[in-house]
Nanobody
Framework: QVQLVESGGGLVQPGGSLRLSCTASARPFSTFSMGWYRQAPGKERELVAT???????KYADSVKGRFTISRDNAKQTIDLRMNNLKFEDTAVYYCNGRWDGSNYDYWGQGTQVTVSS
């Protein structure tokens, strides 16, 4: 079965950087598209960035130019490199994945990112 495990969350100051990682036990990983979502207190879960099995990326407008999503098929991982973090980036970040051709989403447990001065 598919398992997604996030790591890398923490407390950072505004303008700082952080890298999140997610390891997926999904085979074949090469046909597993993934992404990062986040949910702030009192708000709906929202898309942050996605990366397809074909390396097509999509970013929320709020993070374009600041965040970069990548994947390593050999390690079966995705990363989210976050730069110039802002207070509004504070949220629980969730790793997401789905098999190509499917609409069923798998989710990780979430990792807290807190941006505070």
């Amino acid at each position: 079965q598919v398992q997604l495990v996030e790591s890398g969350g923490g407390l950072v100051q505004p303008g700082g950087s952080l890298r999140l990682s997610c390891t997926a036990s999904a085979r074949p990983f090469s046909t597993f598209s993934m992404g990062w979502y986040r949910q702030a207190p009192g708000k709906e879960r929202e898309l942050v960035a996605t990366i397809t099995s074909g390396l097509i990326t999509k970013y929320a407008d709020s993070v374009k130019g600041r965040f970069t999503i990548s994947r390593d098929n050999a390690k079966q991982t995705i990363d989210l490199r976050m730069n110039n973090l802002k207070f509004e980036d504070t949220a629980v970040y969730y790793c997401n994945g789905r098999w190509d051709g499917s609409n069923y989403d798998y989710w990780g447990q979430g990792t807290q990112v807190t941006v505070s001065s």
